[in-house]
């Protein structure tokens, strides 16, 4: 059974930078793509980051060239570095693999 657990969320300043983790239990990590999701208050959740069994990776434009998602198959784990963070990045973020989510962490951007 699959479970995964986000970590690093924090408060910090505009301009800031964030490393989040998202490590999974089972033996499917390193076949599996992962993605990173927020749900910023009063919106719906969007995709922000995901990273194919391969590596491969796309983004979602509003994050482009400031997050990084990269993974560590040893470690069972994906990480999201998330730099230049603005106010607007202000969300609960999660990671899903296999339609299991994570139970979020919390990143507050502040002006």
């Known amino acids: 059974q699959v479970q995964l657990v986000e970590s690093g969320g924090d408060l910090v300043q505009a301009g800031g930078s964030l490393r989040l983790s998202c490590a999974a239990s089972?033996?499917?990590?390193?076949?599996?793509?992962v993605g990173w999701y927020r749900r910023a208050p009063g919106k719906e959740r969007e995709l922000v980051a995901r990273i194919g069994s391969s590596g491969s990776t796309n983004y979602a434009d509003s994050v482009k060239g400031r997050f990084t998602i990269s993974r560590d198959n040893a470690k069972n784990t994906v990480y999201l570095q998330m730099n230049s963070l603005k106010p607007e990045d202000t969300a609960v973020y999660f990671c899903?693999?296999?339609?299991?989510w994570g139970q979020g962490t919390q990143v507050t951007v502040s002006s």
């Open positions: 089972g033996s499917i990590f390193s076949i599996s793509a």
């Open positions: 899903s693999m296999r339609n299991v």
